[in-house]
């Protein structure tokens, strides 16, 4: 019988251990806001967390000129970059990831005009990665 209870003991220590250590907060990562607190402060003023937590691009508080600037050198701008050619997926990403507003509203219709030119077979997946990351 104490062997059986040292066993039972072992295995909810090894539970206990094994749940506390590898079930932290850590960020996956392809995390935005995770890239964004340690990567760039000069980016942070511009990130604020949304009713679930996540942090999304707010870029409403500058004008479309500025905001088209600061969006080049953004974590939100590479990863949605990188998604293009899915840019239905890409159109999500931008709807989950920057804030309702002027910008978001150009970034949309930016979008809708390069997969325009893709389908068409003016551009090709590249050019249109690099004319959503630069806006160009």
Sequence with gaps: MDKGLLVIVAIGVAIIYFATNFSGDKPADNDISWSVS?????????????????????LSKVSLDQAKSIWISTPTAQKISSIVPDFDLARIEIENNVVEGAFRQYLLQFLEKIEGRFQSGKIQSDQAQKSILNLR
Excluded: A, F, H
């Excluded at 760039?40 to 009713?51: I, R, T």
């Design 38 to 58: 340690n990567k760039n402060d000069k980016l942070s003023p511009y990130y604020e967390e949304d009713v679930l937590g996540n942090r999304v691009l707010n």
